[in-house]
């Protein structure tokens, strides 16, 4: 039924992986860069890239129900340490870039068929006893409120008519780029280490499967609207070391004491990595998607060995 893919920050890690995968299924993709000239180099040949967030936006009229818009723009939340500033950046990114569309789309009277709003598993907060799904509740700190703000910034779609699905993305295993590498490379150096009392849950989800659930949700249409984008068996910090050194032959033997991230990395340590919930794809599983990789130790087979 749809056709016509866009997507926001397409020369992201997600965003290259996702287009060309949507391109492979014959869609036709436009990519919306702030800079195409510069993201030419890293994104499939078959994306056509278009400029965004400036005084040229004619790409919005071809957008129409035949089309999809896939929004996961925004500043990386783990380049820098989280600044007054950075932090601003993180939120107006997300935020402010979703209330433009909004109006961009009102102005032109002009709709896509399926709206994609990219969130993360953030919002549920630090939870560090049992499963949480889509239905649990908001958490507390800073990435919680950035996604919840983030997931609502374009909800007013919905009063318009449009289906609308928000993707609670979790932490996602690539090769080229996001957290795996330079979770591993330590570990490579017989340096694998956990982190604070290592019990707090690590949900992630191979890269490919994150491209696989996308491709299914436009595919497949679903009355749910919000989705948890995480493989169904998420482990423990500790266990996530403990797997990768099973992979890759290499012992996890340290444990980094939490203080210590905290003076290193302040707030941005305590939420991304001494903060945790284990959760589950309730939604994702009720679509019928089948993951390609629900075991860690095969997502990290298929990522970290050479075939
Ligand atoms: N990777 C993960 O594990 C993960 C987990 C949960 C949620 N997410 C979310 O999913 C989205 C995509 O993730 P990713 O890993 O692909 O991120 P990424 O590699 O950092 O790419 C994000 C893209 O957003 C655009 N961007 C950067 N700063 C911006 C700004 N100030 N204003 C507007 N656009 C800006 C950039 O595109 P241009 O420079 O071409 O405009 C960039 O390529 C992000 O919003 C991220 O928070 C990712």
């Known amino acids: 039924m749809y056709r016509k893919v866009f997507i926001s920050g397409v020369s992201g890690f997600i965003g290259r992986t996702l287009g060309s995968y949507l391109c492979n299924r014959n869609y036709t993709v436009y990519g919306l860069s702030r800079d195409p000239q510069k993201t030419s180099d890293e994104t499939d040949k078959r994306i056509q890239l278009l400029p965004w967030l400036g005084d040229d936006e004619n790409w919005i009229h071809d957008i129409d129900q035949s089309s999809v818009f896939i929004h996961l723009a925004g500043s990386n939340i783990s380049t820098h340490r989280w600044s007054d500033r950075i932090k601003n950046q993180i939120r107006s990114s997300r935020v402010l870039t979703g209330k433009y569309l909004v109006q961009l789309f009102k102005q032109n009277n002009k709709y896509p068929g399926l709206f994609l709003q990219a969130s993360a598993i953030g919002y549920y907060g630090n939870v560090s006893e049992g499963l949480v799904d889509e239905s649990s509740p908001k958490g507390a700190g800073f990435l919680a409120d ?32 996001g957290a795996l590498p330079k979770l591993v490379l330590p570990q490579k150096y017989f340096l694998g280490a956990y982190f604070g009392s290592g019990s707090q849950g690590i949900s ?7 491209a ?43 444990k980094l004491p939490a203080k210590i991230l905290e003076i290193i990395l302040g707030e941005m340590g305590r939420e991304l990595i001494l903060n945790g919930a284990f959760v589950h794809p309730q939604a994702v599983l009720k679509t019928g998607y089948e993951f390609k990789y629900p075991e860690l130790y095969d997502a990290l087979s298929n990522l970290l060995l050479k075939s």
């Not at 992630?204 to 994150?210: F, K, M, P």
């Open 146 to 177: 950035t996604s919840s703000e983030w997931e609502n910034s374009t909800k007013e779609l919905e009063n318009a008519g449009i289906k609308r699905h928000v993707l609670r993305i979790g932490m996602v295993l690539g090769r080229d780029g």
């Open 212 to 254: 696989g659930v996308i491709g299914h949700l436009i595919e497949n249409e679903s009355e749910l609207s919000i989705f948890n984008l995480t493989a169904p068996k998420p482990v423990s910090n500790k266990n996530f070391c403990k797997i990768v050194g099973k992979v890759i032959k290499r012992p996890c033997l340290f």
């Open 204 to 210: 992630w989800i191979h890269l490919n499967d994150l």
